[in-house]
């Protein structure tokens, strides 16, 4: 088993991979995700900066405005399989979440066994917390944009979700992949408020992904436009905001929503979620073609098993734009 690194040890492994820029004159932070050759796809020591970024522009006096992006073609796919889906499917001795949690491996705690509920649940419990970096942009009271683009899945999508703000390109496609592979998202009760039950639950039960103007259309998306014209898009947007109330005022509105968001109940929604999937291994599949997290479908290997079921589906409810532009 390879040593595990520690939580500074993923920073720092990280940090080619988070770009942090700010424009003082107009009080506008840029926060984008370097990593287009794995779709941005998010690592431990990535979702470490990222809060760590929005938690320092939320004191930054210099900072109104932060507006996420991906570099490349799309927002985002999602965490790391690669990294985390060992530890999620088959447990080595020894190997644990601890620096996920940012605890050092080293230190003298343990991790619960394989088996437990709190083998898994330890984790989607802390990821209830701004500071796990699934939803720092709760706890953010300036104005958050995202701009989204291509695939817009799992933890990008949670971004999506928490921002006061959405541009997204005409071809960009919204959802959460583990909706077909574990049942539940972290963020659900967030994207159920959002986008109205009727059209969450469609995501949830068929899987599939919901374009631009589907979100648009139940509320999930601010503006759709065509790809060439994105950028320009959101800088309109920031402009505005940043030209608008001055910062306390700002403050003062996020506060307000933020109570509102708690009485609807977002961070019970957080811990729900959190519960459900902690249970993840006590799931039972149904059929022999079922392909679950937490059992053995994908012993030949992750992303063949997620493309070869994509397959499964109507071409235009796969998750992949390949897959979606075959015709069978």
């Known amino acids: 088993m390879a040593e595990m690194k520690t939580p500074q040890e993923h920073r720092e492994a990280a940090r080619a991979y988070v770009r942090y820029e700010k424009d003082t004159e107009r009080r506008i932070a840029t926060l984008t995700l370097v990593r287009p050759a794995r779709g941005n796809a998010t690592t431990i020591g ?28 799309d927002l985002g796919t999602g965490g790391d399989l690669d990294e985390h889906g060992d530890m999620y499917l088959n447990p080595k001795d020894g190997e644990s979440f601890l620096p996920d949690l940012e605890i050092d491996p080293d230190e003298d705690v343990a991790w619960p066994p394989p088996g437990s509920y709190r083998h898994l649940h330890s984790l989607t419990d802390y990821y209830t917390r701004a500071a796990a970096g699934q939803r720092p942009l709760q706890e953010f009271k300036k104005i958050s944009i995202v701009e989204a683009k291509g695939y817009c899945y799992g933890w990008h999508f949670y971004q999506c979700g928490d921002a006061d703000m959405v541009i997204a390109s005409d071809d960009a496609l919204f959802g ?19 986008m109205g039950y009727r059209k969450f639950v469609e995501m949830v039960f068929t899987g599939r992904p919901f374009t631009a103007d589907e979100m648009a259309d139940c509320n999930f998306v601010n503006s759709v436009v065509p790809r060439e014209d994105l950028e320009a898009e959101v800088a309109k ?36 979620t959190g519960w459900l999937e902690g249970m993840l291994p006590a799931m039972k599949p149904d059929r022999e073609t079922s ?26 409810w796969r998750l992949s734009r390949k897959g979606r532009a075959a015709k069978e």
Not at 47 to 60: G, I
Not at 189 to 194: G, P, V
Not at 246 to 271: I, M
């Open 46 to 73: 990535m979702r470490m900066l990222y809060a760590d970024y929005v938690h320092r522009a939320n004191v930054d006096d210099e900072v109104k405005v932060l507006v996420i992006r991906g570099e490349g073609e």
């Open 176 to 194: 959460h992949p583990s909706f077909r592979y574990a049942g539940w998202g972290p963020r659900m009760w967030s994207w159920l408020e959002t």
């Open 237 to 272: 947007y920031a402009d505005a905001c940043s030209r608008s109330r001055p910062l306390d005022v700002v403050v003062a509105q996020k506060t307000f929503f933020e109570a509102y968001k708690q009485y609807r109940g977002e961070y019970l929604g957080s811990l729900l």
């Open 291 to 316: 392909v679950d997290l937490g059992g053995d479908a994908f012993a030949g290997g992750i992303a063949r098993t997620v493309k070869n079921n994509d397959l499964n589906y109507p071409p235009e």
